[in-house]
């Protein structure tokens, strides 16, 4: 396992059913992230993909939102 978003949610189990999640499920979410992504970048607010951020990264880009 790496360090990216998608092997963390690779490893998550759900609330519901008590099981990892889906392939598909996490496909979804990192879709989505870098949907969310693409609108931080076009707003030059980060110069990376947020999958590839770490959580202070983040939190620093998501407050200058």
Avoid: W
């Amino acid at each position: 396992m790496g360090n990216s978003f998608k092997d963390f949610l690779e490893i998550q189990i759900s609330r519901t059913t008590k099981k990892r999640l889906s392939p598909s499920t996490v496909e979804h979410y990192t879709s989505n992230i870098k949907n969310i992504s693409r609108l931080f970048k076009d707003k030059q607010t980060i110069k990376k993909d947020l999958i590839s951020m770490s959580y202070n990264e983040f939190i620093a880009a998501y407050c200058n939102f």
